[in-house]
């Protein structure tokens, strides 16, 4: 059988098998080696387990459990509640403030999370009913969280970002400086969306609005100084070049331990208990998939999967830009049934050299990727958000969260296109901060 008669097949079984609802990681292995025991050779299952423990071992990794007990830690406490209260207190006056203290404190949270569900689900609990109980429409509070929740993944730290730059081998170091301004971005365009539809919900619908003194807004300012403070903390010795990431993710995780246990009073044993479950579950799901994708990435390769999908794409000689609507329409599509990591882990072994190929830049087409996957957060019928909004507010249905969504979505696809044109806005930082390269 040749080459892409094997891919095809591959393609075929590999949905099949994934949308019967086996998990991720155990779909990837058993396609990777029955494909192996079927068309490599006879040896060729005999590497199974090195191929799968040498990318576990990679040191890099390291950052992945270490953001995560980061964003557990922060996320089992109060602070998500101190996020949105303090700026609530400042945004109260303006129209749909409280609509862009929940996408402010999404972002703030973003940057010391790094999770899309965590970010919507820790944000969502004490927004949502916030909003709709101050007249603020149900579409419109769980769109404003859903699609903030998204910004998780692309405002450093990032999970997405460091599972990126694993795979591509670009530095994770430029990728998160170059996710900074497009999710700032997303964060001020998510908030003039916000002021224009409460605007209008306004007009049809006053209803009176919250004052809070001088003091209020400043105790307020005192409560969120600690996540600025971890924020700058990480950015510096990031940015600053004083250390690489797995030394700033450990740095991030410890800061954020000595706040929980500062301010929040977190030393209870069922408190520790729920960071560290959290974060041992969510490091391990990612862990093996990473370890299944690397098979399956191995599998590919040596039945010379990749390297033929990689040659038809190219041998096409579709304009660039052609090349890129398609990729990214193909992007979207797998967004809608595939989480990031799968996508990553499993589609960028194959676009990496036709990127390479076709003179796109890495780190920018990183940026694009993971504003592409945050659409797929958002959307059906596996829009991880959708149906963490779902359980935050359970009396609201998926439908409505969806609606409130689409304009949002509709703000990230314009951004990208946006990006194509002026692909400075997430190359210029790193170029001024670290120089030519990647």
Not at 101 to 130: D, H, Q, R, W
Not at 142 to 169: D, H
Not at 174 to 190: M, Q, T
Not at 363 to 391: A, H, K, Q
Request: hydrophobic share 60%; charged share 10%.
């Amino acid at each position: 059988m040749s080459e892409g008669a094997i891919g095809l097949l591959l393609l075929v079984v590999t949905l099949a098998v994934l949308f019967s609802g086996l998990p991720i990681a155990w779909g990837l292995v058993l396609v990777a080696v029955g494909f192996l025991a079927v068309f490599g050779s006879p040896n060729a299952l005999a590497v199974v387990p090195h191929t799968v423990m040498d990318e576990l071992a990679s040191f890099a990794l390291l950052t992945i459990p270490l953001f995560i007990l980061l964003g557990a830690a922060i996320g089992v406490s109060a602070a998500g509640r101190d996020i949105y209260a303090s700026l609530h207190r400042l945004l109260a006056r303006v129209p749909g403030g409280l609509v862009i203290a929940n996408i402010l404190a999404c972002g703030m949270f973003a940057a010391v999370c790094g999770s899309s569900p965590a970010t919507a689900a820790a944000i969502g609990k004490i927004g949502v009913p916030e909003m709709i109980q101050r007249g603020v429409r149900p579409a419109l509070a769980t769109g404003a969280i859903c699609a903030g929740g998204t910004l998780g993944i692309l405002i450093p730290p990032s999970i997405t970002l460091i599972l990126y730059g694993l795979v591509t081998e670009t530095s994770i170091g430029r990728l998160f400086i170059a996710g900074v301004l497009p999710g700032v971005a997303l964060v001020v365009l998510f908030s003039i969306y916000a002021w224009l539809a409460a605007r209008r919900d306004l007009k049809a619908r006053p209803h009176p609005v919250e004052r809070f003194t001088l003091r209020e807004k400043v105790e307020g300012l005192v409560r969120v100084a600690p996540f600025l403070g971890i924020i700058v903390a990480i950015g510096y010795a990031m940015y600053g070049g004083l250390a690489t990431p797995s030394e700033v993710a450990a740095l991030g995780a410890f800061l954020a331990l000595i706040l929980v246990i500062a301010i929040y009073r977190t030393w209870r044993l069922g408190d520790w208990w729920a960071i560290y479950r959290d974060t041992i579950r969510e490091s391990t799901m990612i862990m093996v998939i990473i370890g299944a994708a690397a098979l399956f990435s191995y599998m590919m390769s040596l039945l010379y999967v990749t390297q033929t999908a990689a040659d038809a794409l190219v041998s096409l000689s579709l304009n660039r830009w052609v090349l890129l609507l398609l990729i990214n329409v193909f992007l979207l599509i797998a967004g809608c049934f595939l989480p990031p990591v799968a996508i990553i882990l499993m589609i960028m072994p194959i676009l990496t050299p036709v990127l390479e190929r076709n003179g796109f830049d890495l780190i920018w087409f990183g940026v694009m990727l993971t504003i592409n996957l945050e659409v797929g957060l958002i959307t059906p019928p596996v829009g991880l958000n959708l149906y963490v909004l779902r359980g935050v507010a359970p009396d609201i249905p998926v439908s409505t969260v969806l609606k409130g969504s689409l304009p949002f979505v509709g703000i990230m696809l314009g951004f990208m296109v946006v990006l194509c044109f002026v692909p400075g806005f997430a190359t210029w930082l790193p170029t001024a901060l670290m120089g030519p390269g990647q």
